[in-house]
Structures are given as C-alpha cells and as structure tokens.
C-alpha cells in the first residue's frame, strides 16, 4: 500500500551541526508535504510545508528538499540546538484525496550538548 | 485559546466500557481531522470533518468507533465497548482549508484500556 517511510529511525548529532533528516515517499501522485516535530507528551508541531511545484523551501533555520525524480524528501536543520531534540515525521497528501495526511514512522532526533 | 484543544488529556477506563474524546479546533477551522498513535507508531488517520460533514471515513478501524462535529466547531470522538487495543494517544488537528493547508495539532488524548 501507500506509505512514507524514513531511512534512519535515530539521528545523533553535535550542538551547532547542521541535521539531515530524510524521507521516502512511494505515492507519485501526492503533491504536498509536510514536516512535523513531535515533544515527548506533545502533539505534532507544523515545522514547514512544500508543494510539488516546488523543489526547496526555506524557513528559520530549516530547509526543506523535494526531488520528485526519486521520491525523496528532506529536512535539513541548520546549526541544531538541543531544544531541537525530538522526533520528526513527514507527511504527504494528495490534494483530491480529501485531508488525509499519510505519515511516516518517524525520526528521533538527538541533539548532544 | 489559539490553538486545538483535546480533553481529556488521559483516560484510564475499563475494557467494554464506552469513553467520549473532545476536539476544540482552531477558530475558523473549516476541516477537523483525528489521528490515532500508537506506542511507538507512526500516525494512523481515522476521520476527516469539513464543517460538520465527514466525507472521509476510511481510518476508523470498527464500527464501535464514531464521531460527530456540531456547529462547525467541536467534535467528539466515542469508542464503544473498548479493548485493550484501542490503548493509544488519540490526536485531533485541525486546518483553515483541506487542500494545501497544514494541519495543526492538539496534544491529544492518552487512552489507557485496563
């Protein structure tokens, strides 16, 4: 079936290193993604979003990658910061497909001080 | 307050027992949506609400499962006769539209079957 899934479950950097953060999506058809950061205890927190329409989006501090060629999504943190510690999840959606958001397993990143 | 407000924030109850979930979404949220996370899972959809009308609900995985959203505001999600397996954290979001809008998420229901 359709899923997104996450090359490394565990991700341990240095404080001030930049973090990658990748995901592989097998639905061809969905044209928006979405990263999430998820706190111990919390709900899933909005990080940033891109389209298919697009190939790169820029926020504070991230930076989101979509190549579309192989189904590869990417999250790449600048300078992490231990408050970055947690788990991040992507999501795709099509658009016609209602709001369904289909999420991967998800990444625990570690920020060590 | 400004963001998606679930109660209550845990519930232990008796397996066969009925338990009701509360959804506050943002204000003016059009689309409403729940999410069910298990113990080391990913997010499992359940339902999708534009207004008060639920055209997707494909994730809900029996039919002792329901919700409902009144008002265009407030939705309850209700388990009937729980399981043990029904254990997990139950997460509603919420999204000013359904099509290229990020969904915002409360911090959820923790639902603990004995």
Known sequence: GESVGLHLPTLSVQEGDNSIINCAYSNSASDYFIWYKQESGKGPQFIIDIRSNMDKRQGQRVTVLLNKTVKHLSLQIAATQPGDSAVYFCAEKQYNQGGKLIFGQGTELSVKP | ?114
């Open chain 2, 1 to 114: 307050g400004a963001g998606v407000s679930q109660s209550p924030s845990n519930k232990v109850t008796e397996k066969g027992k009925d338990v009701e979930l509360r959804c506050d979404p943002i204000s003016g949220h059009t689309a409403l949506y729940w999410y069910r996370q298990s113990l080391g899972q990913g997010l499992e959809f359940l339902i999708y609400f534009q207004g008060n009308s639920a055209p997707d609900k494909s994730g809900l995985p029996s039919d002792r499962f329901s919700a409902e959203r009144t008002g265009g505001s407030v939705s309850t999600l209700t388990i009937q006769r729980t399981q043990q397996e029904d254990s997990a954290v139950y997460l509603c979001a919420s999204s000013s539209a359904q099509g290229y809008q990020p969904q915002h998420f409360g911090d959820g229901t923790r639902l603990s079957i004995l």
